[in-house]
């Protein structure tokens, strides 16, 4: 592929620099829209700090689980090359038409030969750190990155192998055991750097980031006391596949704790350390870290929080942070340590730290656990000082605030925690966004450099006696430590149907579905059964694996026995192992009747829809068009800007009405954009690459067909009810105060005092989320209001200062002009009353622990963000769930954050939670991208397992008809019975269950088969 030059100044293909979350997401995007991709990566295996972690929050799933199928997906698409051990050294050329210089170190084993058994490791001699478990254990010189690591294939380290430093130097054939016991004659120690010239059309820098080492600040005794741990640390120890196995015990002793500390904002909002910035995520993984300890290790586990202010800023995070104190009992204290001791006796760990009143207190620990910030990835920081790309004062990417992925060099994008401190669902944002912007610039090259992939011809198993293959997953020890998993395998292989059966560390790694799929061709397999995790993020996993063995995907069924077995039976090992055969067992019944199904092709319309026509609306259409698809948008006012009509600067000081006046120019002159003002959706049919969208616009009704659908239909602010809002015009909103800023500024030099409330609307019992954007809006109003009359009172009365990023900035330059920040407790929230037309507002200091009261000429109340209200008019036209709180409920958090289950419907903006401008032009960018994935396709598959209904039992009552909620049911009023599309069921079994006659069934949920699960379970 490289040097291949097929389009004009234009190529098809993209660098993506990282092999993190970030990198494999962005690779996928472009790989699945038609170009070709190179992913870098400078250790020997891609997944990144992701891959490290133990289970991701608030939705508590295992981190390796859920990142592994995409891991699997990269590693074997056929548009994706991996190249790892490698860096970028230098970029010559022009946006579409780059040259890369990239080095290769070697690796000292053939990639092609090595089949990952593992040999070689046992056999070498050499142990050296293992730094992806953070030096925590030892592993040896020749290894792989970890288990699940992909590719899966060995490495040497050159450093400490004894031949490579010892022999070869002085041409003495010292040890080289590995290349002895290795039957695939895969060690090759004439290997050689590499020096590689790839020609790409763009580049995606997405290297990920630094943990903060903290052996710089030695008040903490980090790598003095070993019971001083980072959280990164406490993440490997808590890993099933970590050092200790999965048991949380103490370096120093390996005995179970019974307290543990973490302490907040080590190397980070520090600005002795150089640090100034939050790392926006330390305060989510310090919390998670505390309620999964006490899972491990059991209720009686005290775990305490150290913290200046608790920023749980995200979706659902909030409510995660409210539940680990009332339902987990983790205690918060809200003090910075300052030093800690160790009692050399017991190795215990001493804090002394002051409570808010000034009380000085003393408390022992048995681990502290230190929350360490992001910091730039040094390697990265050099490569962009080599291609000469602008870093901001902290060494990170410098991107545009209107522009988050572009770097200073057109046509280089960058993405995740190298643009920015932040969490895995805005770095997967970020990614699929930076994806977008990469293909936006080489549209016309779409398509031209990749190849399709071949399937095997598919086995005719109709008619055949079934032959089971079983794989029964340890998965680390999430199943291991529990269920019994050898004794399981075996007594798989006496049950009927079953002709193989085996036991795997990790089911869903790259060399077991290798393993698979060479298995089911040795045996002759017919059906597979993996007994492992969930489906809901391993099916499509093994279903492609049999696909590519040539079996019939439906052929597959799972049985879950690690949330329904392992994880609810923790302490019961013999119960849940009985219980796992159970649920094996009936797995193995059901797979036998399993009939291979066949699967409908569906046309794509090339066109897109987009709803809401604010700066998230215009972002999405605008990507959309960008690549080439006709986009509609649709807008229920006059005029196109949305909530973003009201804002005028950001807290980066940027002007925002010059932006917002500048995306409506380009939307309404785009003539791949046609826009409908004053219009609203009526009625929704149709499924992914067809649906028909009827509007009511001023004209009149007018159906749209379209293949995709962008939700993008904002959110509003909450009106508050108390604190005299709407009663006294001294009470303002935040917004409010903004435009009073802007249209009279003269108005502030004449008044003493302005107050700030925070949380109004927001973190109490009617909306319990945060709602992200109020903290930076005081103060971005607060500096503007010093700039304004330096001599100003301001101030800020808050529960928790969650200005994170590098809007902590702005938080501390505020704080240095005089702007005041008291903090005050929910359960003794402000009081504010009005004397002869004076304003009274009385708050309770937490450090005089005394009252105060003041009389601002202005109160200015931090208005949260609600969802719009024809969210759920919307949510049912398109079939998509809301949460909790109203807004839209995505796929799944971490890995699909713009998509809906419901395929072709994406979300983005205040529609999907709040958040700034900045954020808010990044997902829409993401959505776009992830809807031009699918416009990208000429065909799509349909769903194998759905409704089918016998004409012969149908007596025509039409409950069937009513109740499907994909209008995928009608009635044949000349035969009076109904028929199903098979284009736009979705197999959900609504009509199954409510069939009065048993005319309708699922495809391979046929009654004989459930009813043999059943029977199974209680044989």
């Not at 031949?163 to 060690?187: D, F, M, Q, W």
């Not at 099916?539 to 590519?548: G, H, R, S, V």
Request: aromatic share 8%; hydrophobic share 35%.
């Amino acid at each position: 592929m490289a040097n291949l030059k097929l389009v004009p100044d234009k190529i098809g293909s993209v660098m993506v620099v990282g092999g993190g979350i970030a990198g494999v997401q962005s690779a996928l995007d472009l790989a699945n829209s038609g170009y070709y991709v190179y992913l870098i990566e400078n250790s020997s295996g891609i997944g990144g700090v992701m891959s490290q972690l133990d289970k991701t929050f608030p939705t508590n799933d295992c981190s390796m689980c859920i990142l592994s199928p995409k891991l699997v997906e990269c590693g074997r698409h056929q548009n994706i090359k991996l190249l790892t051990l490698s860096q970028v050294e230098e970029i010559t050329g022009d946006a579409g038409n780059f040259t890369v210089k990239v080095s290769q170190k070697p690796r000292y084993v053939d990639m092609d030969k090595c089949v990952g058994c593992g040999s070689c490791a046992e056999a070498c001699p050499t142990k050296v750190l293992d730094f992806y478990d953070e030096g925590l254990r030892t592993k040896k010189a020749i290894s792989v990155k970890y288990q699940q690591t992909v590719p899966l294939v060995y490495s040497i380290d050159d450093t400490a192998c004894l031949y490579l430093t010892k022999g070869k130097p002085n041409n003495k054939n010292i040890c080289r055991i590995c290349e002895k016991v290795c039957n695939s004659h895969a060690i090759n120690f004439d290997d050689l750097e590499k020096e590689l010239e790839i020609n790409v059309g763009s580049v995606i820098l997405a290297p990920g980031f630094d943990e903060f080492d903290p052996s710089s600040l030695p008040q903490y005794g980090y790598g003095k006391f070993k019971n001083v741990i980072t959280t990164i640390e406490f993440e490997r120890i808590m890993s099933a596949s970590g050092p200790y196995e999965g048991h949380i015990v103490r370096p120093s002793d390996r005995k179970e704790p019974k307290k543990v500390a973490w302490l907040q904002c080590i190397g980070s909002r520090d600005e002795k350390c150089g640090n100034g910035y939050c790392s926006s995520v330390c305060c989510t993984y310090a919390i998670k870290e505390a309620i999964i300890a006490k899972e491990h290790n059991g209720p009686e586990l005290e775990t305490t929080i150290f913290y200046m202010d608790v920023r749980t800023f995200g979706k659902d995070f909030e409510q995660y942070y409210q539940r680990s104190k009332n339902e987990h009992g983790v205690r918060y204290i809200n003090s910075k340590i300052h030093s800690l001791e160790e009692d050399p006796e017991t190795q215990n760990i001493r804090i002394r730290y002051a409570s808010e009143d000034g009380q000085v207190k003393y408390e022992e620990f048995d681990i502290v656990v230190l929350s360490v910030g992001l910091t730039p990835s040094k390697s990265a920081v050099e490569m962009a000082k080599k291609l000469d790309l602008k870093l901001n004062k902290y060494n990170f990417i410098d991107t545009e605030v209107f522009n988050p992925v572009q770097t200073s060099k057109e046509g280089i994008f960058a993405c995740g925690a190298f643009q920015s401190p932040q969490d895995i669902p805005a770095t997967v944002v970020q990614a699929s966004a930076a994806a977008g912007a990469a293909a936006s610039a080489l549209t016309e090259a779409r398509n031209t450099l990749v190849s399709e992939v071949e399937y095997p011809l598919e086995q005719d198993v109709v008619g055949k006696e079934p032959r089971v293959g079983v794989f029964v997953c340890h998965c680390g020890i999430n199943i291991g430590a529990t269920v019994d998993v050898p004794s399981v395998s075996e007594y798989v292989k006496d049950l009927k149907h079953v002709a193989y059966a085996d036991h795997l560390l990790y089911s869903c790694s790259q060399d077991a579905q290798e393993k698979i799929k060479d298995l089911i061709k040795e045996h002759d397999l017919n059906r597979v059964v993996v007994a492992s995790c969930t489906p809901r993020t391993h099916e499509a996993l093994f279903q492609q694996t049999l696909k590519e063995a040539g079996l019939n995907p439906y052929l597959f069924e799972m049985a879950n026995i690690r949330e329904q077995c392992s994880w609810v039976h923790m302490n019961q090992p013999a119960e849940a192992t009985a219980k796992a055969k159970d649920l094996v067992r009936k797995a193995v019944a059901r797979a036998a009747l399993k009939d291979p199904l066949q699967t409908a092709t569906l046309s794509v319309n090339k066109e897109g829809l987009v709803v809401g026509g604010g700066v998230a609306g215009m972002v999405s259409a605008l990507e959309i068009a960008n690549q080439g698809y006709q986009v509609h948008l649709i807008e229920k006012g006059n005029e196109l800007g949305g909530v973003a009509r009201n804002i005028y600067f950001n807290v980066e000081n940027s002007d925002v009405q010059s932006y917002l006046a500048d995306l409506i120019k380009k939307v309404e002159n785009n003539p791949l954009i046609k826009v409908y003002k004053n219009s609203t959706i009526t009625d929704v049919s149709g499924y992914v690459g067809n649906f028909f969208t009827t509007i009511q616009t001023k004209n009149g009704l007018k159906e749209l067909n379209h293949g995709v659908v962008v939700l993008a239909i904002g959110g509003k602010e909450y009106e508050p009810k108390e604190y005299l809002y709407g009663n006294n015009n001294k009470v303002v909103t935040s917004l409010s105060l903004e435009q009073q800023i802007i249209e009279n500024p003269d108005q502030f030099k004449d008044m003493n005092t302005v107050m700030m409330i925070q949380c109004i609307g927001s973190r109490n019992d009617e909306n319990k989320y945060c709602s992200r954007v109020c903290c930076a809006k005081s103060v971005k109003n607060a500096l503007k209001l010093k700039e304004i009359n330096p001599d100003l009172n301001v101030f800020v009365l808050y529960r928790d200062m969650r200005t994170y990023g590098f809007k902590e900035d702005q938080y501390r330059e505020a704080r240095k002009k005089g702007v005041m920040f008291v903090r005050f407790d929910q359960e003794d929230a402000p009081r504010v009353t009005e004397e002869n037309g004076q304003l009274q507002v009385t708050v309770k200091d937490p450090i005089l622990s005394q009252y105060i009261t003041f009389s601002p000429d202005r109160l200015a109340l931090a208005a949260g963000v609600l969802p719009d209200s024809n969210a759920k008019q919307l949510a049912q036209f398109y079939k998509v769930p809301l949460n909790d709180d109203g807004f839209f409920l995505e796929a799944h958090m971490k890995l699909r954050p713009v998509d809906f289950a419901t395929e072709g419907v994406f979300v983005t903006g205040l529609a999907h939670s709040p958040k700034f401008i900045e954020e808010t032009i990044a997902q829409s960018q993401a959505a776009a991208n992830r809807a031009c994935v699918v416009l990208a396709k000429d065909e799509l598959t349909s769903e194998g397992a759905i409704s089918y209904i016998d004409a012969n039992y149908c007596i025509g009552c039409k409950i069937c008809v009513d109740l499907c909620p994909y209008k995928a049911i009608s009635f044949n009023e000349e035969f009076k019975i109904a028929e199903v599309n098979d284009v736009l069921c979705k197999g959900c079994g609504v009509c199954a269950s409510a069939c009065p006659s048993g005319a309708c069934n699922i495809k391979n949920f046929r009654d004989d088969q459930i009813f043999t699960e059943i029977s199974a379970i209680f044989a």
